[in-house]
């Protein structure tokens, strides 16, 4: 095969040599070779918590196949999403840059493209260094440019910013539409019957969740209570469309049949597959095989279904003979989060079971449960040693160490935000980043031990303010935690501390200025 090892003693050698050149500004390409390139998968997990994963800590229930890849490779206990929220994290990952230089936030089904098409991107370097690319799954990063109309080429979209195939649940699974949109078209669409989608008012004869509760699977809030499909009442309102309605209890299947697809049709030339996942986001619907089987209700068997969905497109790279030449990526795009929107009893029915792994917060929040997230690293061919890696690692930093590993050449203000830190990819020893900005409704700094939350002074979003269960940090004063006495944030020190506060605020000014 086109893209099969020889000698990988050499080309590990290589990579993380010249991964530290790249550190320190070294522009040259690390891989000629295009018969040397690895694949690259990324397992994007929704909402899943540091401590939701066996391999992390969970005892309710068992995930043996996102366990197999923490056995062969490297579990990171410092890894962390970008960003406390889905929107943000995304599109950090993406292009390299913190969420906050674009203002970008929680976006709604109908939103615009919220990435400059026009721009560098993750799957464009890709695609530049020789690589077929592929996103699979939920996108919520927006579409078009305006105003969507459905029935026609929805555009720009991934497939404008560097994928070259594209298969997507088009926000999230609590947003109208309810439709797949395959490249730039929706999926199983009847002319006849044209979609109209609507955030600002009712549109359509469909029941609304608000007059026909008798209707849903599960009771929603009133944010969750617009146009019911599938026995779900979600954000938004939609009209027409009937034919291309997904159903939710399909997706483990539609997903990873398509992720199976491309991976068949590009296992002879290097390629790289992005697979955000809808599970765990609410609304939690999982598919009969896995209903009522983790003893945690619908969260916890949304677990089950995205650790059999793991396993079943890792298997697939092994079927093909390419799964030890492919550097596999796995973790989630924020923290966890129980009442989300639907009632499905994820708090009633969790038991002794810790979503956060014992961190302080949640989704959307400022404390270290909104980023901290299980991450492990796989690549059988390219690891110097696996194993357990306190290293601290931001998922902004897969673009630049993607780079290193194949062969991009970055341009000047590309990934500006990213570091390349392939050695810590690569081996469980080695250090990652020396300071971290994690983004919330709030920016906080990661420093050495030291953990601060930048002062809040502006308005939560109502939605915000009505989850109480959520811890989300934001206080009007200054925060700081000594992780290395606190780790879980309980006792605040900024005022025994005023000159690392001051030193901490002074950095994230300057990172606020960086261009």
């Known amino acids: 095969m086109k893209n099969k090892i020889v000698n990988m003693s050499l080309m590990t050698s290589v990579l993380v040599s010249s991964a530290f050149l790249m550190g320190c500004g070294e522009k040259t390409k690390v891989v ?34 996102v366990d197999a890849l923490a056995k062969e490779g490297i579990r990171f206990t410092d890894a962390h999403s970008s960003a406390a929220t889905c929107t943000p994290s995304r599109y950090s990952m993406l292009t390299g840059q913190y969420a906050f230089r674009n203002n970008a936030a929680i976006l709604p089904g109908d939103a615009p493209l919220i990435i400059d ?5 993750l799957p464009k370097m890709m695609q530049a260094a020789g690589y077929k690319t592929a996103v699979v799954g939920k996108w919520h990063l927006g579409l078009g440019d305006g105003f969507v109309d459905w029935n026609k080429d929805v555009k720009p979209g991934p497939i404008e910013l560097g994928f070259d195939y594209s298969f997507l649940m088009p926000a999230t699974g609590d947003r109208v539409p309810t ?21 600002e008012k009712r549109i359509g004869s469909r029941p609304v969740g608000t007059e026909r509760p008798e209707l849903l699977k599960q009771q929603a809030d009133l944010q969750h209570s617009a146009t019911i499909v599938n026995g779900i009442s979600r954000i938004g309102w939609m009209a027409g469309g009937k034919s291309a309605e997904w159903k939710d209890e399909d997706f483990p299947f539609v997903f990873t049949d398509k992720a199976i697809n491309f991976i068949r049709s590009s296992k002879d030339e290097p390629f790289m597959l992005f697979f955000p996942f809808h599970d765990i986001h609410v609304p939690r619907v999982p598919n009969e095989m896995f209903a009522g089987k ?5 969260r916890g068997d949304a677990i089950l279904q995205m650790d059999w969905m793991t396993g079943r497109i890792v298997n697939e790279l092994k ?44 989704k959307y929040s400022a404390y270290e449960a909104g980023t901290r997230v299980p991450m492990i690293v796989t690549y059988p061919n390219g690891l110097v040693k696996s194993g357990d890696s306190d290293a601290l690692v931001s998922h902004i930093d897969i673009y630049k160490s993607l780079a290193a590993l194949v062969g991009g050449t970055l341009t000047a203000g590309e990934a500006i935000d990213s570091q390349n830190i392939l050695p810590a990819f690569l081996d469980a020893s080695a250090d990652g980043r020396e300071e971290m900005l994690e983004e919330s409704f709030t920016l906080s700094l990661r420093n050495g031990d030291w953990k601060y939350v930048e002062p809040f002074s ?5 939605w915000l303010a009505n989850k109480t269960a959520i811890e989300n940090g934001l ?23 005023p000159e690392v506060v001051k030193k901490l605020q002074s950095r994230i000014d300057a990172i606020r200025l960086k261009k």
């Open 458 to 462: 502006g308005q939560t979003p109502a």
């Open 179 to 199: 439709v797949y949109l395959e490249n730039h078209t929706v999926l199983n669409l009847d002319p006849s019957d044209p979609i109209t989608v609507s955030y």
């Open 294 to 298: 983790s003893g945690m209700g619908p």
């Open 319 to 362: 079927k093909q003979g390419v799964y030890d030449n492919t550097i596999i990526i796995f973790s989630s795009d924020n923290g966890p989060v129980m009442d989300d929107g639907y009632a499905d009893q994820a708090d009633d029915l969790r038991g002794e079971h810790d979503p956060a792994g014992g961190y302080r917060g949640g």
């Open 32 to 65: 000629s070779d295009v018969s040397s390139k690895p694949n690259v998968v990324i397992f994007y997990v929704d909402d899943l918590g540091y401590g939701d994963v066996s391999s992390y800590g969970m005892t309710v229930a068992q995930t043996p196949n």
């Open 117 to 121: 098409h026009t721009k560098p991107t």
């Open 475 to 497: 206080q009007s004063t200054p925060q700081l935690f000594d992780l290395s006495k606190d780790q879980y944030e309980q006792h605040n020190v900024a005022s025994e501390h």
